[in-house]
């Protein structure tokens, strides 16, 4: 309910320099405990300064464009206090009325809504703090900084200002907190925030902590305390981000992020379980950190005691950047606490850019990471698979964004996935599936899912298109942690789930013009990218460069969840790499009745020439690549600069290229010649 305030009553509030109308009336408003947040609960409380009993029923509570009627409730006694408790919004218990922390007036009235009976106004107060009248009833205000409501106001002297925060200064003896003249500076580098009660007095020079964050405030006896000036310690060799946050926010029993057990609150989301943090990252100024607004991030990791954190800069810039200089308004710092998770993402994020980058990855650096100056193991910083990363990958403005084994809408408008999946279940043409799906992307998708034989292909499914005319659905590759074992029947498996679970395996297979390019494509990758000796080198590589991470990784949680070595993680990376590509050929011809076959591929020095197999560039030398009958490997051949290209030995020609059917064991080659000029007699 809405009441606009009479001119008089307006009228009667005082400026804030008396602050307090203390007029004849019994009751008075004598204490306010303002709201942070429009959801938050407030109150106010009445004290009766009379002699008598007052009946506070029908009196109204106004601040423009709110009332709240007060019910009838028992008498207030002379010299005593009663509470009313207001919410910002509907919900909940408590009347709707808003007191906002940045301050405002408040209006008291009689029951017959004309007799003003006391006004309040009060300035900007800091979350905890009250405002009220000092003694109670009296015309003079102070701040409150232990609200007491139904209890008399009580403070050692009035408090009607608060203290600037300190200025940090860096000197050769270490770090100076300047404060105001008689103030006093508390810190602490726990993550926890310091209060006059609370912290380590500062009273000279103080060393900066490695990996920690000082948090510091300046009082005085007469002043609230400060805001809080925030200095990032000094980053210890080999460090790589780090969180601060009030240790409360992570283990409180009720509402902490990290605790476990009955109450562990991993599967709760919204606004409710966002929490506000500071993070210092690679490639921030030294001893930066900039404020956060913090939550867990994943799904069926999220019960993990290693969670990942989804990491959002409260100024919504892009403001928290990346090692490769990229800066992002979100990015996730991510657990990979599932067996094996780190080296397969790597593996997989590598894999594609190798494969010609036809799926979208994030882009992932391990680095360890402190929570509150505590190390917390190697994470993967990167930036969130949200609009803002795809939005990156294109010139549109705005985009349509689907996820997961129904195709939840992210971002924008279904229709156009639901158009796209019913032509591909209509085993549309071509051009006409092309209008709609970057082909290449999907098929990809598929490639990678199949070689991985991962068991959540269809719940981490996400694909996006630029929502204007022309716009065409891609995939993004993400979460390549939970792989089957090498000898994994995936086709049959993946192939059960039926539209629109991703990958979509039976429509492309049911496809007759999808079926040959999904099956060249498969033979690509495992001749290239992901042939036995290629993959078992990329696993050795990344595992070489990130040994020394996974076993201190390993080091914090393998009593506290289920962990392989960093050693058996390799191992495990080297097996699959080396042995999936021929269980995937043999279950993938058997399933789909198709016969193998192999083309020998015999290609040039560099001096002569570049052969690409479908993109994939192939060094010099004879390769033998097998593949399935009916489902043609693409080949084109770039002349090196003095060299033509003639045609092809054993291939079939066209605009597109070259093409060899792996049906009949052919053997191809380019035929280069030098170029020849007029001079030599042509």
């Not at 006694?77 to 405002?104: C, Y």
């Not at 270490?174 to 993550?191: E, K, R």
């Not at 070259?658 to 030599?680: E, H, T």
């Amino acid at each position: 309910m809405c009441q606009r305030l009479p001119r008089h009553a307006m009228a009667a509030l005082l400026m804030w320099g008396s602050g307090l109308i203390a007029q004849a009336q019994a009751v008075r408003i004598n204490e306010v405990l303002p709201m942070v947040h429009p959801a938050d609960s407030g109150w106010v409380e009445l004290f009766n300064a009379d002699t008598v009993p007052v009946d506070l029923h029908g009196m109204l509570l106004v601040r423009e464009p709110f009332r709240v009627v007060l019910q009838e409730q028992p008498l207030l006694p002379p010299g005593r206090h009663r509470m009313v408790v207001v919410r910002g919004r509907s919900d909940g218990e408590g009347a709707l009325m808003h007191l906002p922390a940045a301050g405002g007036d408040l209006l008291l009235f009689g029951a017959d809504g004309r007799r003003m009976l006391d006004a309040f106004r009060w300035p900007s107060v800091p979350p905890g703090v009250s405002i009220g009248r000092l003694p109670d009833g009296a015309g003079t205000w102070s701040f409150l900084t232990d609200p007491g409501p139904e209890a008399p106001n009580r403070a050692a002297q009035p408090i009607r200002g608060r203290a600037p925060a300190p200025v940090a200064q860096r000197t050769m003896g270490g770090l100076v907190l300047n404060a105001c003249n008689g103030c006093t500076v508390t810190c602490t580098t726990d993550g926890s925030p310091p209060s006059p009660g609370h912290g380590t007095v500062v009273t000279g020079p103080m060393a900066l902590p490695e990996n920690r964050t000082v948090r510091a405030v300046a009082w005085r006896a007469d002043l609230l305390a400060s805001a809080e000036t925030w200095v990032q310690g000094q980053k210890a060799p080999g460090s790589g981000a780090s969180l601060c946050i009030n240790p409360p926010e992570l283990f409180d029993p009720r509402r902490g992020l990290m605790i476990e057990g009955d109450r562990a609150n991993h599967v709760r989301t919204g606004p409710a379980w966002v929490r506000p943090a500071k993070v210092a990252l690679p490639g921030m100024v030294d001893t930066a950190a900039s404020a956060v607004r913090l939550r867990l991030s994943g799904s069926g990791s999220r019960g993990l005691p290693k969670r990942s954190f989804n990491l959002s800069a409260t100024d919504g810039t892009r403001s928290l950047p990346l090692p490769d200089g990229s800066t992002w308004r979100n990015v996730v710092l991510r657990a990979d606490a599932t067996p094996h998770a780190l080296l397969r993402n790597l593996f997989a994020e590598v894999s594609v850019h190798r494969a010609g980058d036809r799926l979208d990855v994030q882009p992932g650096t391990p680095l360890p990471l402190t929570l509150n100056g505590v190390p917390q193991g190697t994470y993967r910083l990167m930036p969130a698979k949200n609009e803002d990363f795809l939005l990156s990958l294109t010139e549109a403005e705005h985009l349509d964004i689907v996820e997961g084994p129904e195709g939840r809408v992210v971002k924008g408008d279904r229709a156009p996935y639901e158009r796209a999946l019913d032509l591909l279940a209509r085993r549309a043409p071509l051009d006409s599936l092309e209008v709609f799906i970057d082909l290449g992307s999907l098929i990809e998708l598929a490639c990678f899912d199949l070689w991985s034989g991962r068991a959540d292909h269809d719940l981490n499914m996400r694909c996006w298109r630029p929502a204007q005319p022309g716009g065409r659905w891609r995939w993004v590759l993400y979460d390549m942690d939970l792989w089957a074992p090498p000898e994994d029947p995936s086709a049959s498996r993946i192939a059960q789930a039926p539209l629109p679970a991703a990958p979509y395996l039976s429509a492309l297979l049911d496809h007759p013009q999808l079926r040959p390019l999904l099956l060249a494509r498969t033979a690509t990758l495992l001749a290239t990218v992901l042939a036995p000796a290629p993959a078992a080198a990329l696993a050795d590589s990344l595992f070489a460069a990130h040994a020394a991470l996974m076993r201190a990784d390993h080091a914090l949680w393998h009593r506290r969840m289920a962990m392989p070595t960093p050693e058996e993680s390799h191992a495990d990376l080297r097996v699959h790499a080396l042995r999936r590509p021929g269980h995937l050929l043999r279950h993938l011809a058997r399933f789909t009745g198709t016969s193998l076959g192999t083309v020998s591929v015999l290609v040039p020095e560099n001096a002569q020439g570049t052969v690409l197999l479908d993109g994939i560039v192939l060094p010099p030398g004879r390769h033998s690549i097998t593949g399935f009958a009916g489902a043609p490997l693409r080949l084109e051949a770039l002349p090196a600069p003095g060299m033509r290209l003639l045609g092809w030995e054993g291939c079939r020609e066209d605009a597109a290229g070259a093409w060899a059917d792996p049906a009949g064991d052919r053997k191809v080659r380019p035929l280069l010649m030098p170029v020849v000029s007029d001079g030599d007699g042509l």
